[in-house]
């Protein structure tokens, strides 16, 4: 999840909708393809479109939290604010958004490393790999505690120009495709034959992952010109602007390149499809655009999250160090962001790491419709609209355990071992920050 660099003028709408798309449109769909054709075929727009279905309920509740609270700190301050009372609260759903942070950005680095090796002799030495991924965190994490305004004006432009080259290869990839509409059609039909309504809705939790990034338009609400309206327009049309462009790119993808092909590389589907079909010109095309959309989204994402590490750190819940800033840059948050999701990298496969990532933020989504049925009347929510977002989201991270259980238990064993370790670690910290509240008031 990136956060946007702060900008010194006031946001608009068509700003608004930039920065959240910027945050959505990264590895995610690069990353998401491979694995959702693995399981449910061509029926993989339709898990897609539920998947933003999902988010747009995760967002009802970022949106009312956004205008009651108007806090920059989004996700952390509205349950610190929410729950004063509670340290384990504030510290637990601190530590949950930071390792989604952690996740994400091993997911886009990952994502970023198979495309850029896919068309080498390398592209399959899953240890290249991961030591260029743990390479590009290392570079953009040297960046990000190096200059801050020189990188916001680079990520600035690799945000706008990753949107058009992803439209372009959408279109194309349709337009030179072996498979005419009907084929489409015909093979849908086959694997809604073949594909059950469990395993679609399995595949939508997993995609959610590719969704999270609207919440970055909250963080801007001190820039942002009329932030009653500007807010949830921004955050609706950016999510159903990023279901458009994945349908898009699926079904171009489904439509150029043959279902084998995308379940073998599923690392770099669309860059080893865009060959075959289009040439070396598609496949450098695809591979600049993955490149593009990863490396923006590695960039905000240690930018935005080492921050927020920072905040937390600074009260209490992190180890003091991590808050210390030099010229306002939180270079001891850059580099253990850094450094935990390189271990991540190292010890965790493709589907590991985007699990995780889609269950912490279904997670933290469902923490956050928690507590806006909380103060509902304050907010103004709707119970019925929250209940059904609190119920939809439960029931997504229910599903990738279940998948996860009946297919892999022992990247289930993992993933429930890391949720023990990171609760654990937030009551720590919650219990010795009340010890220090208590001893400072005596």
């Known amino acids: ?9 006031n946001l608009g709408l068509a700003e608004l909708v930039a920065i959240a798309l910027g945050g959505m449109v990264g590895g995610g769909i690069f990353t998401i393809l491979g694995v959702s054709v693995s399981m449910v075929g061509n029926l993989t727009p339709v898990a897609i479109i539920i998947g933003g279905l999902i988010a747009s309920l995760a967002a009802y509740s970022y949106v009312k939290l956004g205008l009651y609270y108007r806090d920059e ?17 504030a510290s637990i759903i601190g530590w949950f958004i930071i390792f989604g942070y952690i996740s994400t950005l091993s997911l886009y680095a990952y994502t970023f490393s198979s495309y850029a090796i896919s068309s080498t002799d390398f592209a399959n030495n899953i240890w290249i790999r991961k030591l260029i991924a743990v390479g590009i965190i290392s570079v953009f994490s040297l960046i990000n505690t190096w200059s801050v305004n020189g990188m916001g004006k680079i990520e600035d432009i690799m945000v706008y120009t990753k949107l058009v080259l992803l439209t372009i290869i959408s279109f194309v990839l349709i337009q030179h495709g072996t498979t ?15 594909s059950s309504i469990l395993s679609i809705l399995i595949v939508s939790s997993i995609t959610f992952v590719a969704y999270e ?3 970055l338009v909250i963080n801007a609400v001190n820039e942002m010109t009329n932030p009653k309206k500007n807010i949830p327009r921004a955050i609706y049309l950016a999510i159903s602007l990023a279901v458009i462009i994945y349908v898009v790119i699926s079904i171009g993808a ?15 589907a669309l860059a080893a499809g865009a060959g075959d079909a289009l040439g070396t010109l598609g ?41 210390i800033r030099k010229n306002n840059i939180p270079q001891n948050a850059i580099i253990g962001m850094a450094v935990m999701a390189s271990i991540l990298i190292l010890i965790g496969g493709l589907e590991l790491i985007l699990e995780f990532g889609s269950i912490t933020f279904l997670l933290v989504s469902l923490l956050m419709a928690i507590a806006n049925y909380k103060i509902r009347d304050k907010t103004a929510s709707s119970k019925i609209i929250t209940l059904t977002a609190i119920i939809g989201l439960s029931i997504g991270g229910v599903l990738i355990l279940y998948y996860e ?22 009551w720590v910290y919650a219990k010795k920050h009340k010890l220090n509240e208590e001893k400072d008031s005596k």
């Open 73 to 89: 700190g989004a996700t952390y301050s509205f349950f610190k604010r929410t729950y004063p009372k509670s340290h384990f609260s």
């Open 213 to 215: 990034g609207f919440q």
């Open 283 to 323: 496949a450098n095309l695809v591979i600049l655009g993955a490149i593009l959309a990863t490396s923006s989204a590695i960039s905000g994402t240690v930018f935005g999250s080492s921050r927020q590490m920072a905040v937390i750190a600074k009260d209490g819940y992190f180890p003091n160090s991590l808050s």
């Open 405 to 426: 259980f009946t297919s892999k238990w022992e990247q289930m064993l993992a993933i429930i071992l890391i949720y023990i370790a990171l609760s654990l670690g937030s």
């Open 180 to 194: 005419d509409f009907k084929t489409f059609m015909d093979n849908m039909a086959v694997d809604i034959e073949n």
């Open 254 to 268: 489904l439509f150029a390149i043959p279902k084998d092909d995308i379940i073998k590389y599923k690392e770099y």
């Open 1 to 9: 999840m990136t956060q946007h660099r702060k900008r010194h003028k």
